[in-house]
């Protein structure tokens, strides 16, 4: 797995970040971050492609697409912040932190977004095999999505869904009750065990 802060010799300090603040329009949430003066914020200009899994460990603009040939997570060391004002290609994403998409999300498997003092923006289309959000303020476009469970009240038909197509192992309790023959409680999947389960290499959906 890379992480970010290793590739800082890259990145430029954005030290004026209203004109990234402009373009987005500072009605989104990700404007009052990039307005913290507590935040140190990079800046890449161009198109970025990862080779590998990626730790997002930095705050960073990337002024184009990001590509990441494998998973993202924004919360292996320090939380991650985020800036996309193209389109991110990932395989998978796990986020605690914030993060905005001035483009489209586009996931193979699974995009999360977890915990509510950070934000979830994607101007353009999310599309993913499973959307999961779990208490995040969350602002995005539904594109192709097989499967969708909301920030605050998911519907049972919701996780219902999500349950047909997760292994059990992403639930809590979710393999003892396989073991008796039982599915997992009617529920999101955690997020600590799909961050664990990705970084371990193990798969998160069922065989097709």
Known sequence: MLTMSSWRARFDRLADTSAVVERLGSATNMADYLQDAGIGWQYHAGDLVVPED?????????DGDLIVHGFLDDYV????????LGDLVVR???????VYVGGDLRAEGIV?????DFTFEVSGAVHARALVLHDKSA???TGEVGVEVESYHPSEEQLR????????????????????????KLKRPSYQRVCSRLREGKPLFRSL
């Open 92 to 98: 998978d994403l796990v986020s605690w932190g914030s």
């Open 139 to 141: 602002s995005y476009g």
């Open 77 to 84: 060391r320090d939380i991650g912040m985020l800036v996309v």
């Open 112 to 116: 999360y977004g977890y915990y509510n």
């Open 161 to 184: 869904a999500a349950r047909d197509i997760f292994v059990p192992q992403v639930y809590d309790g979710g393999a003892k009750r396989a073991r008796k023959g039982l599915p997992p």
């Open 54 to 62: 990626l730790a997002l460990d930095i705050a960073l603009v990337v």
